[in-house]
């Protein structure tokens, strides 16, 4: 697609529930990034992918969080017993690699999860 | 240690007047890149101007530009003749390479602008 495309756009879920946000990235961006913003919050990065392989997954809060990226393309990221703390809009962006400068980086539309 | 600070959570600006919103980096990498990003209510990222660490000259993007002062390590977004449709969320960003892990984007806590007639 043109963009990067996110699923849902908005997610009620029960606290305890497990949930799964999928992000489809521009096709050729190797580079995929998620993170999470709070109300009135900046962005928080969460994990990084290179193709499939995830080398920095340090912004991930904890262990109810895991993301995974298949055939180089569609990430998904889930949240296991969500927890009201969880409530956030969770942004991916991604990058083609070798594209330098400014433009490189293109945000979703984010996913708003609300627990409740 | 926080890696991008901007110190102004709001600021207010008339109509067609000029704003300056700030923004302070810290990092040891002499290769690194800074991004305005703009955020209205409906969420989207806008990416609004970028600057390399190597670029000589200080970037402009049409209503846009960018004062580096790199020995100050500050970023600062100038908007010229302010508009209503400005009014939203302005965050900086900074990247510290290329490629790898540090290729991710580390954001400010933002600045609320409003625009007033």
């Known amino acids: 697609g043109a963009g990067v495309s996110q699923s849902p756009s908005n997610k009620v879920t029960e606290k305890g529930k497990d949930v799964e946000l999928r992000c489809d990235p521009i096709?050729?961006?190797?580079?995929l990034y998620w993170y999470r913003q709070s109300l009135g919050q900046g962005l928080e990065f969460l994990i990084y992918?290179?193709?499939?392989?995830?080398?920095?997954k340090s912004g991930l809060p904890s262990d109810r969080f895991s993301a995974e990226r298949t055939g180089g393309s569609v990430s998904t990221l889930t949240i296991q017993r969500t927890q009201q703390e969880d409530s956030a809009v969770y942004l991916c962006?991604?990058?083609?690699?070798?594209?330098?400068?400014?433009?490189?980086?293109?945000f979703g539309s984010g996913t708003r999860l609300t627990v409740v | 240690a926080q890696k991008i600070t901007q110190t102004q959570p709001g600021m207010f600006v008339q109509e067609k007047e000029a704003v300056t919103l700030d923004c302070t980096y810290d990092t040891s990498d002499p290769s690194y890149g800074l991004f305005w990003y703009k955020q209205p209510s409906s969420g989207e990222m806008i990416f609004l101007i970028y600057q390399g660490s190597y670029d000589q000259q200080n970037a402009t993007e049409g209503r846009y530009s960018l004062n580096f002062q790199k020995a100050r390590k500050s970023a600062n977004l100038v908007i010229s003749a302010s508009q209503l449709g400005d009014s939203a969320m302005y965050f900086c960003?900074?990247?510290?390479?290329?490629?790898?892990?540090?290729?991710?984007?580390?954001f400010g806590t933002g600045t609320r602008l409003q625009v007033t007639l």
């Open positions: 960003a900074m990247r510290e390479s290329y490629t790898g892990t540090a290729s991710k984007l580390t």
């Open positions: 096709s050729g961006h190797t580079a």
């Open positions: 962006a991604s990058r083609r690699r070798g594209r330098e400068g400014g433009y490189g980086y293109t």
């Open positions: 992918f290179q193709g499939n392989s995830a080398p920095d």
